[in-house]
Structure formats: C-alpha cells, structure tokens
C-alpha cells in the first residue's frame, strides 16, 4: 500500500481513536466503524477494505492494530501508522486500566453479569455483517462461493486448522495456474 492522502497525524489519530473507544469484541467488529469512518472521509475505497482485512488476517498480533497499521500506512506512511495504532489501542487501555481498577468490586453482581450476556449477540452480529458484505465483493464467480462456504464449514464445524485452507487454496491455485500456463 502507498501514502496517497496528507491527512494530518492528529486526524488520524482522533479517527481511529473513536473507532478504538466504540468497538466492543475486537477486529472484526471494527470492520463496519472502520469502513464508514474511513470511507465517508474518502480516505479508502469499498475495494480497498478487504485488502486491509486480508493482510490484517495473516499479518501476526492482534487484528485490531494490523488494520490500524496498514490504513495508517496507507494513508501518510510510518507515521500514519503509529498515529493510526496509538488512536486506536488509545481508548481500550484506559478503559481497561479503569475496569482493572474498579472491576474486582462488581464482577459478582448481576447486573454486570448480564450486561455481558447482553452484549455477546451483538458482538456477533457486529462481526458478521462485514464479513458477509466482504464475500458479496469478493466473491464473483460460483467457485469462490464454493471456496468460501467449504472453508467455513471446515473451521466452524469440523474445527479444521485454517493454516490447512489456506495452504490446500495455494496448492489449488498454483496447480490451476501451472495447468492454465500449460495450455
């Protein structure tokens, strides 16, 4: 990805730092703030997006700053990156400093407890309304469909390894291209 906009380093940082203090379970669930937040600035594109999710995905840590990371770069280099990734973690590292502070006193209650409950099915849902916008652009051709419906079958519910999928797809797709090449 290459720098293409100058949006100013505090901008960014107070972009993502929003996104960052109003995503409750990760990642995933920064997919749609993020899009809306970046793509309203015309900062990203629609197709834009899903390349950031994948390098996100299968760059190592926590998802959460691989997007801040790659957007920040994106969008003003090395520096956009920092500015990106400190808006971002920002606002969970208070939150979560104010909750190990004062958390032990009401984990028992509840109140708290439901809270918690309550909150799971939107997180949820937060996590995959992107994912199937993703596949709507992503997915052009049946077999891509076939791809991505049998990759979930196999992780959700015969809990195979993705490192497997993703290897078995690359093997696929290179024996596909050699094939082709051959021609």
Do not use: H
Not at 22 to 50: C, H, N, V
Not at 68 to 81: H, P, T, V, Y
Not at 128 to 156: D, E, F, H, Q, Y
């Amino acid at each position: 990805m290459t720098m293409e906009k100058n949006v100013p380093l505090w901008q960014i940082f107070t972009v993502f730092a929003k996104i960052g203090a109003f995503t409750i379970g990760g990642g995933y669930a920064m997919i749609p703030i993020i899009q809306a937040e970046l793509s309203k600035r015309g900062w990203i594109s629609d197709d834009e997006l899903p390349d950031i999710v994948a390098l996100s995905q299968s760059a190592p840590g926590v998802m959460a700053v691989n997007i801040s990371i790659f957007a920040g770069n994106k969008l003003r280099g090395f520096k956009g990156s920092v500015a990106a990734t400190l808006g971002s973690i920002t606002p969970s590292f208070l939150i979560i400093l104010a909750i190990a502070m004062f958390f032990t006193a009401f984990k028992d209650n509840p109140w708290v407890e439901r809270a918690f409950k309550g909150i799971r099915p939107v997180v949820i849902s937060l996590i995959a309304v992107p994912m199937i916008n993703m596949a709507r652009k992503s997915c052009k051709t049946w077999w891509a469909w076939l791809l991505a419906a049998g990759s979930l079958i196999l992780v959700a519910f015969l809990n195979v390894s993705p490192i497997y999928i993703i290897i078995c797809v690359m093997v696929l797709g290179f024996s596909i291209s050699c094939y082709r090449l051959k021609r």
